[in-house]
């Protein structure tokens, strides 16, 4: 059979200059790959005259939705799935990690962009920043979709969750993609992107798929396009240095293996919850995936006086580990993903035996004849400082090599030799030891994951990056950085500071500023419907003037009998130099000013926001509220719901010399006309 790539809208076969694909498992000849014949530059215009004009003019809620029908899709062919990821060479176990943890990335970025992103084409980022004297000339940063579209060039090890991390956020931020999938594994990758297309579910040209090389590809990259890669630092280097890359400054992200470490700390000895949880992490990412992961641990770091227990405790939890084939029952560990990758880490690990000791070099009797299997190998170095190769040469499989550290110091100095890791993980119950260390490290690390009894429980893992964590690492690792909720989606966006009058920005955004125009909202807002309401209209309350009364009663109602608010003696010693109102009174009086009795379309107070008291109300003022209307967000509509939206309002509350006392903004479920 002969993988198809999926460009300009059609399935097309290579032409000549086919590579073969083999089982892993097995080592049986089963696909045959190539692009000859795919037209680049038709695929890079095509990409973004259909796909990210289409994806670029839908909302966030919109894209969001997206995600979310396509991850529900997916989820109902799983099963099919699984038999292709097992000639990947990866068990059930691995299998879950890389369909499953596609699909979950998925829901997770759909998620976020229904709660953390705005019903609107571009996302404005933070507050307005002040410009002028009076106030008439602020600025404010937006961003908005990249016109071009992302190139996901993937390595062979998490052929699903590789390509769909990378996904989620081009899409979420209103961009197209194409991808490019390693060709050892890209017949899962091809599988799922058919999924994908036969689903409808995406914009025409949202998604191409590349099964080959990339041809000449690079050659029409613009400055509105993103490259990311994932894979060997050499590649990538090699790739970031492409004269296209520099003479057009496309954003070029890269995710490189890196000789990432794991700690143990000298309070967690033998017999100790954290040590058996280190034993335990350590082994996994050794054979999970068969040790290719580029988050694997490849250096572990003990003190010097437990050495020996580590070493026992880790040969005999690798004994036990069954290799075989990958969908059997029972099977922890599958082979390498084919030969060649056999006979790099096989290289690598002779070049590493060069400067260490042997301490685990497992067996693979009774494992299949065929296909591309190596066991664990186990190394140590007595002396961390004596040769670079530990911390330079990485053998992708499962291969770890053990160094003592007598000092923290010390630690911190071996840790920092990777050059620069995608993650780290500190096993202690020492919180001193946890804080120095991290504080050591973190310039080298990209994520750092502190395991003590209480988080082991819940812990994901050393080698597990999560949708709303950034993925990535400085130096080797690759100088990247990917996912991290809202930061991922950032980076197919650009970032714009604009310049202008309250009002223009205000209308730009479509979001009130202070400044801008208030509008006469006629009737009270609160009897008008999410669709009524307009940006800027501002209702100003009539006056109430607070009372002792008023500060005893809220004491007696709330329990709050603070010396500043209860007794005047201490009240004169304090900074309020007499007794004052409780805040939350200032709060629950301004709302009785603005709020209308009547039933009508607000369904809810949704929550507040920015809450500052700027000045003590005492006894004798009277305060005045301004609620202007600064934000509109519709939700989706729910079965037995009420079509609704959620409406920011902007509070500021003024004693009767007009100086603001409380600012904040309030939320609130406001019901749309639809239901009526």
């Known amino acids: 059979m002969r993988l ?16 073969t694909i083999k089982n892993a498992a097995t080592g049986e000849s089963i696909y ?92 404005v980022d933070g507050d307005y920043e002040p410009l002028s004297k009076s106030g008439s000339f602020i600025g404010q940063h937006i961003f908005v979709p990249l016109t071009g579209t992302a190139v996901h060039i993937n390595a062979f090890n998490f052929p699903c969750w590789g390509m769909m991390e990378k996904l989620a956020p081009t899409f979420l931020g209103g ?36 099964c080959g090389s990339t041809g000449d590809l690079f050659e029409y990259l613009t400055g509105q396009d993103v490259v990311t890669f994932t894979g060997s630092a050499e590649t990538g280097r090699k790739l970031k240095a492409h004269h296209k890359i520099i003479e057009n400054a496309v954003r070029f992200n890269m995710e490189a293996d890196s000789l990432n470490c794991s700690v143990l700390g000298p309070d967690a000895v033998k017999g100790t919850p954290e040590f058996q949880y280190f034993i335990r992490e350590v082994v996994n990412e050794m054979t999970v995936k068969a040790g290719q992961k580029c988050t694997a641990i490849r250096r572990t770091l003990v003190p010097a006086s437990s ?17 075989g084939f990958p969908s059997e029952e029972g099977i922890r560990m599958g082979p390498l993903v084919d030969e060649d990758q056999v006979t790099d880490v096989f290289q690598k690990v002779e070049l590493l035996h060069s400067v260490t000791e042997s301490v685990y070099g497992g067996s693979l009797e009774g494992t299949a004849n065929k296909g591309a299997y190596f066991a664990p190998v186990l190394l140590y170095t007595p002396d961390p400082f004596a040769s670079d190769l530990p911390h330079s040469v990485e053998a992708f499989g499962p291969v770890n090599t053990l160094m003592p550290y007598t000092s923290e110091e010390e630690l911190i100095k071996i840790a920092r030799k990777g050059g620069g890791s995608l993650v780290a993980s500190i096993f202690t119950s020492d919180a001193d030891f946890a804080r120095n260390v991290t504080l050591g490290i973190a310039p080298y690390h990209g994520r750092i994951m502190i395991i003590d009894a ?46 202008g009058s309250p009002y223009t920005l205000s209308h730009i955004c479509s979001e009130w500023v ?27 309350t009539h006056g109430r003037t607070v009372t002792e009364a008023d500060i005893v009663n809220f004491a007696g109602i709330s329990g709050d009998y603070f010396y500043a608010h209860m007794n005047e003696p201490a009240a004169k010693r304090s900074i ?60 989706e509509p729910k079965e037995n719901e009420p079509a609704q939206g959620v409406v920011s309002w902007h509070v500021e509350v003024q004693n009767q010399d007009t100086e603001l006392v409380a600012i904040y903004d309030i939320l609130t479920l406001v019901r749309s006309r639809g239901n009526n």
């Open 4 to 19: 198809k790539s999926y460009v300009y809208g059609q399935w097309i076969e290579g032409e000549k200059n086919f590579r």
């Open 32 to 123: 045959e790959i190539s692009s000859d014949g795919v037209d680049f530059r038709k695929v890079l215009e095509y990409a973004r005259d259909k796909g990210t004009n289409s994806l670029s003019r839908l909302t966030f809620h919109q894209r969001a939705k997206i995600l979310k029908e396509t991850a529900k899709y997916l989820s109902s062919f799983k099963a099919d799935l699984y038999p292709l990821s097992y000639s990947t060479g990866a068990t059930k176990f691995d299998s879950w990690l890389d369909i499953d943890g596609g699909i979950q990335t998925f829901f997770s970025y759909s998620g976020k962009g229904k709660r953390e992103f705005p019903d609107e084409i571009f996302y």
């Open 175 to 210: 961009m197209s993609a194409v991808v490019k999938p390693a060709s050892s594994t890209a017949f899962l990758t091809e599988a799922v992107v058919k999924l994908i297309i036969n689903s409808d579910l995406l914009p025409e040209g949202a998604l191409q798929l590349i």
């Open 307 to 323: 050495v020996e227990d580590v070493s026992t405790a880790l040969k005999d939890s690798l004994e036990k580990v069954k290799i």
């Open 454 to 499: 209480a988080s082991a429980k819940e812990s994901t893992g050393h080698g597990s990056p999560l949708p709303n964590l950034t993925h990535g690492g400085p130096g080797r690792a690759g100088g990247g950085e990917e996912m991290g909720g809202k930061r991922g989606v950032f980076k197919y966006m650009q970032r714009t500071a604009l310049q």
């Open 514 to 540: 202070q400044g801008a125009d208030k509008l006469k909202p006629g009737k009270h807002p609160f009897l008008k419907y999410f669709e009524e309401l307009e940006i800027g209209e501002t209702l100003i």
């Open 576 to 635: 309020f130099e007499k007794r004052v109102a409780h805040g939350y009174f200032v709060l629950s009086a301004a709302a009785g000013l603005f709020v209308h009795p009547a039933e009508g379309p607000v369904l809810a107070n949704y929550g507040l926001d920015n809450l500052r008291f700027t000045k003590p109300v005492y006894p004798g003022d009277t305060i005045t509220a301004k609620l202007t209307c600064r934000r509109k967000t519709a939700k």
